[in-house]
Nanobody, 115 residues
Framework: QVQLQESGGDLVQTGGSLRLSCAAS????????MGWYRQAPGKQREFVAS???????NYAEFVKGRFTVSRDNAKNTVSLQMNSLKPEDTAAYSC?????????WGQGTQVTVSS
């Protein structure tokens, strides 16, 4: 088991930037796959980005070129750098950690982008 705590959500203007962080309660070395999902009001949760222990990353089409996911195994953190934010990026962003068949989730952090 692991507890995940996100931080960094805020209210920003269109075109602004935010950096989300996800701190794990223990070592993330054994979590092969970590990343972020988001959920806007009235919509289903959707994949945003992931990063493997190898460093391989994957992004949803709608964030490519704007968001960057990274992980620091020494600090047990996963981050999401978000640039050129748009109003449609407004959502609750949650991080996850996956180990084999088990996936753990954080509580989420709210990102609101004003137009």
């Amino acid at each position: 088991q692991v507890q995940l705590q996100e931080s960094g959500g805020d209210l920003v203007q269109t075109g602004g930037s935010l950096r989300l962080s996800c701190a794990a309660s223990r070592s993330i070395n054994n979590f092969a796959n970590m990343g972020w999902y988001r959920q806007a009001p009235g919509k289903q949760r959707e994949f945003v980005a992931s990063i493997l222990n190898s460093g391989t990353t994957n992004y949803a089409e709608f964030v490519k070129g704007r968001f960057t996911v990274s992980r620091d195994n020494a600090k047990n953190t996963v981050s999401l750098q978000m640039n050129s934010l748009k109003p449609e990026d407004t959502a609750a962003y949650s991080c996850y950690a996956q180990q084999r068949w088990d996936r753990y989730w954080g509580q989420g952090t709210q990102v609101t982008v004003s137009s």
